[in-house]
């Protein structure tokens, strides 16, 4: 059999869809190479080479507990790989052959970008299984097959719409465990919120303009933001925000559009993203158009997702004390409703603080 | 963009009053503008991206840092190249368009641009200068100077390239009109053909009076609406600024073609 072989997961990387998955038995694909002539026909498996403390008792129950844990967020979640015969051909390198999983546990644990290790192994007829070769996989659990702007097809190098396995590092990683569309669009909205102030602030000294999201969407460059680089520098703005969370979350199968309110319209005291201070944005007492990652038609109807800013929560949105409230799947709403709308603006700037759902789109990557 | 956007944003900004205008004595088109890196005194490039986004004409984004202070400066320029002044004057207001603030005004100073805006505190800078929209921003965490900035990006556009100094400089082969003349409101296909000795990209600026050289589709063309002698003078520029020029001259005269 083949030298024995171990690479590390992100140079292995695989994505699954759950929904899509889910009932299905998972397969993947393996090619071996003998190197002993006299090996004609083999059975191979994989097993899992981390596998939970024997021990009995408080300490062992105890133990198994954390285990679980661990493995739900970072551990193995595609089980193992079934025994089957392999028989060689002349040449000694076999085709790419086909491998049923079991214990497959990606469906319980939900969103997730995790490491699989396993341990292959040979057997002749009657024999004791030897190990032969490590292999370890990065796996991304998404909830459904990416929406656009992210596409499945072509299959080239030049279709830059794929879904980016450096965007699925951060997507799964802050949408973890999570099973459903608005958890996961909820978590993505918190995090890019939590960006602030640290990694990025609202826009203040340049009158709130876009910075990564003009025309197409810099995925690069808020990608090297996040790493702790340059980026497009620290500012960014609602349309920027609407686009991190709705690119962000669609990787992972969500379905959310970036769409504008407005036009010109007075704002009740919001916390911008990266601020400590309550105030109607930098001061200028009204927005000329605000943008959200939004559901569906982007209507007064649909819920938005709104990384850009904390609207106040309580009962009366116009004044002090504030409650803060990140709008996560809140429903956008008319005048009087006491959703999103009467958080975002004054009584007199509701009218104004329509939704322009002709404007509603995904941008697309660079 | 939205109809009903694009109108409230030229109410917003007056775009009547100042759609058109030219502040240079003459027409000035610019072709293939590329950055370098070096247009910027005190600023280096981190990044120089060229975008073809749809619905928005071609655009160079880069990211500036300081050449000599470690500072946490950044500055965010981003060029828009339009097909004309005109159209350069509508990208302005989509542009303008992508501002929250309510309070981004019209800057009085004729030394930015043939029309500029910016955000209060001068953390932005949004200006048109013949057929070319420059955004010239604050991007670090300290604070940049961006009317300065934008100032000598704008001094850079419109000045006439030197063409002495530089030893490997473009040749133009080929700068041609149409023979005879040309009559008022109407337009010649310009024919320019350039070349760099090392083989490198070369943009070319189109200093014209009193028409203006457009592009329309995938060609030139020089239009002028008044009737006399007609002067066109192109740059072509390398990477080095390197520059070669070359004039020609027409006559329009009165009348239907």
């Given at each position: 059999m083949a030298a024995r072989l171990s690479i590390n997961p992100e140079d292995s990387p695989v994505a699954y869809a759950l929904a899509e998955t889910k009932g299905n038995t998972i397969t993947i694909q393996a090619q071996f190479r003998r190197?002993?002539?006299?090996?004609r026909a083999v059975e191979i498996r994989a097993v899992d080479p981390i596998v939970p403390s024997g021990n009995s008792g408080c300490l062992g129950w105890l133990w198994r507990l954390i285990f679980a844990i661990l493995r739900l967020l970072f551990?193995?979640?595609?089980g193992e790989v079934k025994a089957r015969r392999v028989v060689f051909p002349a040449s000694g390198l076999t085709s790419l052959e086909t491998f049923q999983l079991r214990r497959v546990r990606l469906w319980r644990a939900g969103v997730g970008v995790r490491a699989t290790t396993w341990r292959w192994q040979y057997r002749r007829r009657k024999h004791p299984w030897t190990d032969f070769a490590t292999s370890e996989h990065r796996i991304y659990s998404v909830l459904e097959t990416p929406k656009a702007p992210w596409q499945q097809t072509p299959h080239a190098a030049s279709n830059t719409q794929l879904p980016w396995s450096d965007v699925l590092d951060y997507a799964c990683r802050w949408a973890?465990?999570?099973?459903n569309r608005d958890d996961a669009a909820a978590r993505v909205t918190r995090e890019v919120y939590n960006l602030g102030p640290g990694t990025v602030v609202y826009d203040c000294p340049g009158g709130g303009s876009t910075r990564y999201a003009l025309g197409q969407f810099n995925c690069t460059a808020f990608l090297e933001r996040l790493r702790g680089g340059i980026g497009n520098g620290v500012y960014v703005n609602c349309t920027d925000c609407a686009t991190f969370v709705s690119t962000f979350a669609n990787i992972l199968g969500c379905d959310l559009w970036q769409s504008r309110m407005g036009w010109g319209f007075d704002l009740n005291s919001i916390l911008a993203i990266g601020s400590s201070t309550w105030q109607t944005a930098c001061g200028w007492g009204g927005f000329s158009y605000h943008e959200v990652a939004w559901k569906g038609a982007c209507n007064a109807n649909e819920e938005v997702y709104d990384a850009c800013l904390l609207v106040d929560g309580d009962a009366d949105p116009t004044a002090a004390p504030h409650t803060p409230l990140l709008p996560v799947n809140l429903r956008f709403g008319n005048p009087g409703d006491g959703v999103y709308r009467d958080r975002l603006a004054t009584p007199a700037g509701r009218p104004a603080?329509?939704?322009?759902?002709?404007?509603r789109q995904r941008r697309t990557m660079n | 963009m939205a109809t009903e956007m694009l109108d409230e944003l030229k109410r917003r900004y007056a775009y009547e009053a100042w759609q058109g205008t030219n502040r240079l004595p003459e027409n000035l088109f610019i072709q293939g503008l590329f950055l370098t890196g070096d247009e910027l005194p005190g600023w280096r490039a981190h990044r120089i991206q060229d975008v073809l986004a749809a619905g928005w004409p071609r655009m160079i984004q880069s990211i500036w840092v300081p050449t000599q202070s470690a500072s946490d400066a950044l500055c965010d320029l981003v060029v828009f190249e339009c097909g004309s002044r005109a159209e350069a004057h509508g990208v302005l207001v989509r542009v303008l368009g992508e501002f929250q603030s309510p309070r981004v005004r019209a800057r009085s100073e004729a030394s930015i641009g043939d029309v500029a805006f910016g955000a209060q505190g001068d953390g932005a800078i949004a200006f048109a200068r013949a057929n070319l929209v420059v955004l010239a921003r604050d991007a670090g965490r300290a604070k940049a100077p961006i009317a300065e900035i934008a100032e000598a990006f704008d001094g850079d556009v419109v000045r006439k390239p030197t063409l002495e100094g530089v030893t490997v400089v473009p040749e133009i082969r080929r700068f041609e009109l149409p023979a005879g003349e040309i009559h008022v409101g109407g337009r010649v296909v310009l024919e320019v053909e350039a070349a760099d000795p090392l083989g490198r990209p070369l943009w070319h600026k189109f200093f014209s009076s009193p028409g203006q050289v457009r592009q329309e589709d995938d060609r030139l063309v020089y239009e002028t609406e008044s009737a006399g002698p007609q002067e066109i003078t192109v740059y072509a520029i390398n990477g080095n600024r390197g520059a070669a020029s070359q004039q020609a001259q027409l006559t329009a005269v009165q009348g239907v073609k």
């Open positions: 190197l002993d002539p006299r090996l551990g193995n979640v595609l973890v465990l999570t099973k603080c329509a939704p322009q759902p002709t404007t | -």
